[in-house]
């Protein structure tokens, strides 16, 4: 123990935001969260709920080693921030003199010590047994890491606001801000233990819900889910818990990294391929040359990373990483084609409707994706979810009415195939279909829904490291009548999915459907 202490007054202790490798960080964790004076107080249990929700998370990151103090070592700082006149100033002070002497007991612990050092030997691929834990086997810069990677946090809840819309579709729209304030813990010049504050993540996270169906507690459940998801992401990229690594061997456009998927490093994760250059002036300066993904992890070897951009570089670079929700949305145009209504409702006897004057419809669509695949150790698997609007075109002239459309909204299951930037997409969906027609030469007030099935091929280029040209064609397929009613003559008629035998559909019968837009990974 003596010779740690020694050797970390020595070295002195100043933050270290990135090394050319990346080592697990622990992580100090409060049992609740700081909820400020302008909160009211049916909403003061939002910090514990935001508490606990972030606890849960980063416990689960595996580039941190969580630990959690004896609930009464935080219990004078809760006290002291429930005056009205708190802020950062007195949170720092109260953290350092009622949390920094059991922090300090946490760092000189024989626990701590074991754990960091194993964290160092797995930092380095060198199993500890080589090197029995002798300081000897340790650099300079490997003790100021094991000495100055104590990280503790303090979540907060700064304002939680309800608004209700009276207007003619009430609305109440529901806005949480909270946030996270992160310290370093020290070993400075004289071997004493000091707290810095090195950075603070504040967020806003909104629901909108009709106003007879806005129950806050529940509208509370997704805001949280949303603002703690916000904070890990901005945790992530903040420099001192950004992945970090060396390349140690290149095959073509495949490299191995000198992480694991116990330091971190997922499926599908995304890393910046950087190398040291020299500049204008002659310095050294680190670039980003191309971009890779995680294509191969696991606990015991190497991570592997397919490179998408960029040229083919020598082993020895860096990659660092870009952090992701897992999240794609995007936008776009919208075209059907053969669409022949009259074919998915043809009646036995070919009479009672007439073919109905539209084969096309043009519109917008937009789509958000979420990649599954990374969860089940299949890459590049997304569910999704999309939506259209078109506006029908008339085969006969104008058509009377403003409100001739088709909407679709499916759920999709997505699995891409990559080569560098591009990509082959293969999509499979369900979901709900409707056509609504105002005014044609004989049918009126024609409302249409039926389930559908669809499948399709798509296309991706990947643009930047965020946006992608996405192009598909889709086929979809009508299986099952949800609803029918229009007028024919001045006669209305409505049928339900038990009139389709009735009706005569055909359910083989649907359309082709061609997408463009742009999508963007977040």
Known sequence: MKWLIGLAIVLGGSVLATTDVFIKKTIVMPESAWVMADVEADDQYLGDRFSSALAKKIKQMKRFDAVQLDPDVFEPVYTAMQSPTANTTVLMDTLKIHVMDAVEALLMSDAYQKRRVRAIQHHRGVSFARTKGKSEAYTLD?????????????????????????????????????????????????????????????????????T????????????????????????????????????TSVADRDYTLSLTKDSGAKLDDLFFLQEDMENETGDIERKTVGLLRIRQSSRDDWAHGYQHIGSVRDRGGYVIESPRRGFQIAGGIHHASGIKSAQILKYRDNQQIVDLPFQTASGWTASLDYNVGRHIGISQLFLGVDYS???????????SGHDNHMQTYHTRLSKKFWWQRHALRLDISTGTEWVRLTNTPRVWDYALKFRSMTYGIGYELMLGSRWLLSASATQHRMYRLSHLSYKLDGVSHQYSHADARNLGIQYNSGYTAYRVGLRLDF
């Open 212 to 247: 007879a169906m806005a129950i806050k507690s529940l509208m509370d459940v997704g805001i949280m889910r949303s603002l703690v998801s916000k904070a890990l992401k901005a945790t992530k990229s903040m420099p001192m818990f950004t992945l970090i690594s060396k390349t």
């Open 142 to 210: 490997e003790m100021r890491m094991l000495m100055n990677s104590v990280y503790l946090y303090m979540p907060y809840i700064h304002s939680a606001v309800t608004t209700t819309d009276e207007g003619e579709n009430p609305a109440t729209l529901r806005t949480i801000t909270g946030g996270v304030i992160w310290y370093n813990v020290q070993m400075g010049p004289t071997g004493n233990v000091q707290l810095v504050q090195v950075d603070a993540i504040e967020r806003s996270s909104f629901m909108v819900l009709p």
């Open 389 to 399: 609007g078109s506006t029908l075109a008339s085969d006969v002239g104008t058509v």
